[in-house]
T-cell receptor, first 117, second 113 residues
Framework: DSGVTQTPKHLITATGQRVTLRCSPR?????VYWYQQSLDQGLQFLIQ???????AKGNILERFSAQQFPDLHSELNLSSLELGDSALYFC????????????????FGPGTRLTVL | DQQVKQNSPSLSVQEGRISILNCDYT??????FLWYKKYPAEGPTFLIS?????DKNEDGRFTVFLNKSAKHLSLHIVPSQPGDSAVYFC????????????FGKGTTLSVSS
């Protein structure tokens, strides 16, 4: 158990809909990262938050957005969903050393499997 | 363009033998490398890391070797155990630039008893 929790575990929805994925980092971790893993693909970095502020952005679509709240939990919002958005979405957290640079070890949650029908 | 490549999608090894997983990278700015292990229906688990100032890092049965001139790193597991059967991801980042981790597509290791 990494200490990172993600809800829900599974999510099935229809095209055009909007969903919210939730992540609670390990106790004391300031950085939260979101990744997408599609079939036969590696982990694609989406976005990082450090202590409530956006720190780094990867290949995140404009239809996707995220935020980190004062209690440090994070939410990833996916809107206007398409079939191709079906994937595993992982959240990771790290202590946030060096001002949030992504150099400290990241601990991953179990993921949310999103299926868009 | 893939900056981190794991060219072998799968590897089969017998219990007790050595498993060698390979990873190549193209970005010469990368200076921090990690290996993660992932079981089905679970998130990736951190295994071992190495900074570019080192060429070897060891932790129990796991050793990571870094060859900067060849832009190549490898993970050695000795001895391999059936419980090591999982997908192994190589990841890299450029600390000076503060970039996020870039992951390879993974290698599925199967250890048979």
């Amino acid at each position: 158990d990494s200490g990172v929790t993600q809800t829900p575990k599974h999510l099935i929805t229809a095209t055009g809909q909007r969903v919210t994925l939730r992540c609670s980092p390990r106790s004391g971790d300031l950085s939260v990262y979101w990744y997408q893993q599609s079939l036969d693909q590696g982990l694609q970095f989406l976005i990082q938050y450090y202590n409530g502020e956006e720190r780094a952005k990867g290949n995140i679509l404009e239809r996707f957005s995220a935020q980190q709240f004062p209690d440090l939990h994070s939410e990833l919002n996916l809107s206007s969903l398409e079939l191709g958005d079906s994937a595993l979405y992982f959240c990771a957290s790290s202590m946030g050393l060096a001002g949030g640079l992504s150099t400290d070890t990241q601990y991953f949650g179990p993921g949310t499997r999103l299926t868009v029908l | 363009d893939q900056q981190v490549k794991q060219n072998s999608p799968s590897l089969s090894v017998q219990e007790g033998r050595i498993s060698i997983l390979n990873c190549d990278y193209t970005n010469s700015m990368f200076d921090y490398f990690l290996w993660y292990k992932k079981y089905p229906a679970e998130g990736p688990t951190f295994l071992i890391s190495i900074s570019s100032i080192k060429d070897k890092n060891e932790d129990g049965r796991f050793t990571v070797f870094l060859n900067k001139s060849a832009k190549h790193l490898s993970l050695h597991i000795v001895p391999s155990q059936p419980g090591d059967s999982a997908v192994y991801f190589c990841a890299a980042s450029a600390r000076q630039a503060g970039t996020a981790l870039i992951f390879g597509k993974g290698t599925t290791l199967s250890v048979s008893s």
